[in-house]
């Protein structure tokens, strides 16, 4: 009855309800009959040909299921690069399912990303290595947001705790760095880590492009993050250190065991929405040549002409792959702020 009351309650209320239900009704029939009853599964380019303008081609996505979700990878070691995404969106599944807080939760996502780095890698244990040319899809993907985000956090908290500080030199070299980084894109970002950073280098000194891309990705994901956790730390009482002092607390207790946990409890859904947007916008590092999930389709189709013009499949189930992780994240972050403590409101 209350969803009911909540549709229908008023008159504008009603008439939008009333306009997506015909809206539905219109299309879906049309949606179903192209996308299931008509679609071609199989991956047969004549069955998709004769079947193009009534129902979907989902061969495509049979077809180059591997190149789009696992790159470029060697056929022969397909295994490592699915360890290594199953690694990385288990501990987020798990996160989001279970109840871990604290150093048992950062250490499920920050674990993962480290060890996959070895396991795409090789080049020990009898495992061919692998170059970071080669690395691609869904790994590389779920690979830098995790390794980003493990590392942007940690940065953002300094930085948030620098821009508190009472040193006026600390406080506008990390105010320059963070208006800098929030007044650039992304893809501004990319090119200073694939052409500028190699010179900041010593003489002989390489640093691979997919380092370089995350030195670039955890720089840029930190100040946002810091602006999320310095709003955070600004809505905690001050009673509330001077309460932890009382109780014998040092000035890095009362942070560590008082303010920290409510800030990341109360931001947590913040933060999420920065993984989130992270977790799309490595789609970015295709500009300079990380194959990652787009990229991989673009590789995936650009070559085969015979199943090019299936292109618009291909993206639908992309598009299904992003969903997947996003709504993954966002269950991770109610999760989060479920578990982290909360702030009593004061009391006289």
């Not at 549709?7 to 179903?32: C, E, I, K, R, T």
């Not at 995404?85 to 250490?107: D, F, N």
């Not at 600390?170 to 320059?176: D, F, I, K, P």
């Not at 942070?255 to 920290?260: A, F, Y």
Request: aromatic fraction near 8%.
């Amino acid at each position: 009855m209350n969803g009911l009351r909540r549709l229908f309650g008023d008159p504008l209320n009603a008439a939008l309800s009333l306009g997506v239900l015909a809206a539905a009704a219109a299309l879906l029939p049309a949606l179903v009959r192209w996308g299931l009853l008509e679609a071609v599964f199989q991956p047969d380019t004549a069955a998709c040909e004769a079947a193009q303008g009534r129902g979907a081609c989902w061969g495509v996505v049979a077809e180059k299921a591997r190149f789009i979700l696992l790159g470029r990878y060697p056929a022969d070691a397909l295994w490592r690069p699915l360890l290594a995404a199953g690694l990385i969106a288990g501990s987020w599944l798990v996160a989001a399912l279970g109840r871990l807080a604290g150093g048992r939760l950062a250490a499920l996502l920050v674990l993962p990303p480290l060890a996959a780095i070895p396991v795409l890698g090789g080049g020990f244990a009898g495992l061919a290595a692998v170059p970071t040319e080669l690395w691609g899809g869904l790994p590389l993907t779920l690979l830098l947001t995790a390794a980003g985000m493990a590392g942007a956090l940690p940065l953002g908290i300094a930085v948030a705790y620098g821009r508190r500080s009472r040193l006026p030199v600390l406080r506008g070299l990390l105010t320059g760095y963070v208006e800098l980084a929030r007044g650039i894109p992304l893809v501004a970002a990319l090119f200073v880590a694939s052409f500028l950073l190699p010179l900041f280098f010593p003489d002989g000194m390489a640093v691979d492009m997919l380092w370089r891309v995350l030195i670039a990705i955890v720089l840029f994901a930190a100040a946002y993050l810091s602006e999320i956790v310095r709003g955070g730390l600004q809505a905690i009482p001050p009673g509330q250190l001077d309460a932890a002092a009382a109780l014998g607390f040092t000035p890095w207790q009362a942070q560590r065991h008082v303010v920290l946990p409510q800030v990341l409890g109360a931001v947590a859904p913040s933060l999420a929405n920065s993984a989130i947007a992270l977790f799309k916008d490595t789609s970015l590092v295709t500009i300079v040549s990380l194959y990652e999930l787009t990229g991989s389709l673009g590789l995936a189709l650009a070559g085969d002409p015979q199943w090019r013009p299936f292109y618009l499949e291909a993206w639908i189930f992309l598009a299904a792959v992003y969903w997947t992780g996003c709504a993954l994240l966002a269950r991770l972050s109610r999760q989060l702020g479920r578990t982290a403590p909360q702030r009593r409101p004061a009391t006289s």
